[in-house]
Every structure is written in structure tokens, then in C-alpha cells.
């Protein structure tokens, strides 16, 4: 009996994942209306935010209005206002008519940044005279500028995609930090990090960490506490080169922000690492936890002193060793495995829309792009630091969304039938 009560269990588990997967740049791949808000998504690594969450509703714009919003935004300003456009609740047509003549307050993704003030991070859904459905700030006096226009696609309960024809802003939204205008000292001091920053700055490591924050960085900062741990090697004995290869293996050359870093599973190069494999680090995560492997010892991912794309400042709670100069005698090179990736960049943006395409949005990634190796001892050269830089609706746009969906339903077809085998033998033992 306990054995039926087993594999029911594993069953129903199975199932609900089936059922919750998704990939929203895959499902907007193709539609060229939205070509731009999905290079975008992309880009700020939104798109992993939003296929983290099991029940999501994300309202995008068309080439048009993207444009509109994106003139003369830092992609961190970018990001914040995609988040908002991202509502953490199921709403398909039928539900958002159903609001009447009342409102609704519900909770966008932007408000689970803490960046929000007070419930500045919250939507009004409001059904409006004639039938529209608008969508505004909760900020006081907000108007209702941004509409429903149609459905894009849509899984039950899980996912919903509805275009809108305009964003949802209100005053203070913009303006958050870019990486070039931040001190990184100064922030990894204030985030409690006091040692780790002396020593970037001590080795010239903070030079080449600061080049790298106009074009990709990932930083594992570990925290004050971490440099007290008991069995931490004394770092004062390494020689100059190996302390700079210690602190660029603390940072990756390109933007993996937290959500992005819990679906990379696997071997991930670092600013020290080379091409037979050393000093890559292995990325594990559990749940919301994201753990990073050295061979040697493993730290917890804490939290986000800046999320600020093509820059993101991560917390941790222990010193990362490379196996290489802690691991005793000459370890070999990896053998060949799994190597983990951001997802790959959506399309980018056709000829005919009217803003110019993001950086990253050049082309779809379908290999792990091959990052510059830094081949330790060879310490930071001194440079100076781096400063940055409505389709058809109705059975035709249905049998894309149709073609689109096809794997997710495969997936959750053959999901179905396991459970029924699965069932039926729990039942007979």
C-alpha cells in the first residue's frame, strides 16, 4: 500500500512539472510583431524570471510601442519596466472581463525586486466603459494608459501572454543605477563585503573587473564573514598570480543574474578560466537556492547587491577555491561534460522595426558562446575604466500559436499517459 501511495506521489509530482513548463521567448519566437520586446526579454534575462514562475501573466508590446519605450532607457530602466508588464497571477480574456465594473489590484514582478516603493510594483486592472480592459500603476492618480488588444497564446492556469498597447509606467520607475555609473568599491563595502573589495584593489583586479562591466560581468562577492571561516586557507601565502587568478574566478564574463543562474545547471567558465577547462565553476541549484561547486569547498548564492544588465553583483557566503591552487596535487582538466549556458538571445529585431535592435540581440545562440580566456598568472594590465554606452488576429494567428505550442503539448501529452500507466500498476499492487 505504502508503495501505490509512492507512486501516486511521483506521479502527481511529474505531472504538475509537465504542466508548468515553459518558455516564453520560444513561444514569441516567430511572431515578428513582437520581435523587439522578445530580444529584449532576452537581453535582461527577464524572460528567466518569467518561466521560473508557475502561474504568470506577461502583457507585451508590439515593435511599435517597444520602441516608444526604449528610446534613450538604460537596459536597467529596460528590465524594471518589462518586470512591471509581468503580473503574477493567471488572466486570460474570459477572467479580465469578468472584473466588471470593479477593479483589481494584483502583483507584477517588478515589486518582487524590493526596488518598488511602497505598492508602486502592484497593477490596477480596471474593465472599463465599452469593454476595454486597462491596465495602470497603483501609484495614486495613475492612468489607465495601457489597453487589452488581444490574446497571443495561452496554457491554462499556468501561462498567459496578452498584447497591450501601451506600457505601464508611473514617476520614479526609471532611474535605476547602470553599471557604468557605479562605484564597485563602494557598493561591495555597503553590501558588506569590506575584505574582498580591499583585495581587488590591493591585486589590480578591481581594473579588470571594472573593463568587464560595460560589456558582461557576473561578480561572486563573498561576504566579510566568509574570509573568517576556520578552514580557509591563508590567502596571504599565495604568490601574486595566484591571488589573481583566485579573485577572476570570482566573476564570470557575461550577465547571469540569480533567476538566470538557476537554470544553468552545470560547468560555467570564469574570468580565469582557460581552454582545457580550469578554474570553471559548477553551478548546482535547489528550489530557489543556487549553490556554486569549486571541487574543493561549495558556497550559497545570498542576494543581489546590483542587478544592473550587462552588470550583476551576487553575494556569497563563502571564499570560492579553485581546485587548481587549493586541491592539492596538479588536478587534470575536466572531462567533457555538460557545460551550463544562459538561454539562448530571442531573434533579433527585423528591418522593419522601428528601433534599433539590442547589442545582445544579434543572432540565436545555439552553442554556448566562447568567452575571451584569461589564462592566470598574468596579472591586469593597467587600463583606464570603461565607460557605457497589430498583426491579424482570428484561425491564421491560431495556427501559429498552434505550431508554437506543439512540444509543450507533446510534453504534457506524453506526461499524461505516463501517469495513467503509472496509476493503473499502483492501483493493481
Known sequence: MAASHHLILLVLCLTAAAASAHNITAILDGRSEYTLYNSYLSETKVCDEINSRSSVTVLVLTNGAMSSLVANLSLADIKNALRLLTLLDYFDEKKLHS?????????????????????????????????????????????????????????????????????ITFPGLFGAPSASSANLTDLLEKAGCKQFARLIVSSGVVKTYQAAMDKALTLFAPNDDAFKAKDLPDLSKLTSADLVALLQYHALPQYAPKASLKVANG?????????????????????????????????????????????????????????????????????????????????????????????????????KAKFPSHSPPAPPADSPDMSPADAPAGDAADKVESKKNGAAAAAVSFAASVASVVLAAAFLL
Open 267 to 367: 560547468r560555467i567558465p570564469t574570468l580565469a578560466s582557460t581552454g582545457a577547462g580550469k578554474y570553471d565553476l559548477t553551478v548546482a541549484s535547489s528550489g530557489d537556492e543556487v549553490s556554486l561547486d569549486t571541487g574543493v569547498d561549495k558556497s550559497r548564492v545570498a542576494s543581489t547587491v546590483l542587478d544592473a544588465p550587462p552588470t550583476v553583483i551576487l553575494t556569497v557566503d563563502s571564499v570560492l577555491l579553485p581546485h587548481v591552487i587549493f586541491g592539492g596535487a596538479p588536478s587534470p582538466a575536466p572531462a567533457p561534460g555538460p557545460v551550463a549556458d544562459v538561454p539562448a538571445s530571442a531573434p533579433a529585431p527585423e528591418g522593419s522595426a522601428p528601433a534599433p535592435s539590442p547589442k545582445a540581440a544579434g543572432k540565436k545562440k545555439k552553442k
Open 99 to 167: 472584473i466588471g465594473s470593479s477593479s483589481q489590484l494584483t502583483t507584477s514582478l517588478y515589486q518582487t525586486t524590493g526596488q518598488a516603493a511602497g505598492d508602486m510594483g502592484h497593477v490596477n486592472i480596471t474593465d472599463l466603459r465599452g469593454g476595454k480592459v486597462a491596465f495602470a500603476s497603483a501609484a495614486p492618480g495613475a492612468k489607465f494608459q495601457s489597453t487589452y488588444t488581444k490574446r497571443v497564446a495561452d496554457f491554462p492556469s499556468n501561462l498567459s501572454v496578452l498584447e497591450v498597447s501601451d506600457p
